[in-house]
């Protein structure tokens, strides 16, 4: 069984870069799709980006789009989420997830899609 833990979250101010790391223990990663959601407060979870297992495609949320990158590096079983230009409304807790199935590029935006997920990071972008 994967289990995900993130790390690199952070107090930053607008404008500012982070990069987030999801780390696999238990199997290999590179079987999975790999997802990043966040949740902000008082608001529902919400995806953010996805990238295939063999890291030839990758999805993300029109509020991200050219500012975040997802990519993977399955020999270290580690999947990264490269956030530039951070904005405030970007403050959140970021989660990254794993699934097994075959998602559909329709369905790897869906919460309940994903099996394993990590606790959560927190990314605060404030002034």
């Known amino acids: 069984q994967v289990q995900l833990g993130e790390s690199g979250g952070g107090l930053v101010q607008p404008g500012d870069s982070l990069r987030l790391s999801c780390a696999a223990s238990g199997r290999t990663l590179s079987t999975y799709t790999m997802g990043w959601f966040r949740q902000a407060p008082g608001k529902e979870r919400e995806f953010v980006a996805t990238i295939r297992s063999n890291g030839g495609s990758t999805f993300y949320a029109d509020s991200v789009k050219g500012r975040f990158t997802i990519s993977r590096d399955n020999a270290r079983n580690t999947a990264y989420l490269q956030m530039n230009n951070l904005k405030p409304e970007d403050t959140a807790v970021y989660y990254c997830?794993?699934?097994?199935?075959?998602?559909?590029?329709?369905?790897?935006?869906?919460?309940?899609?994903?099996?394993?997920w990590g606790q959560g990071t927190q990314v605060t972008v404030s002034s």
């Open positions: 997830a794993q699934t097994n199935r075959r998602l559909s590029n329709t369905a790897v935006h869906l919460l309940h899609m994903y099996e394993t």
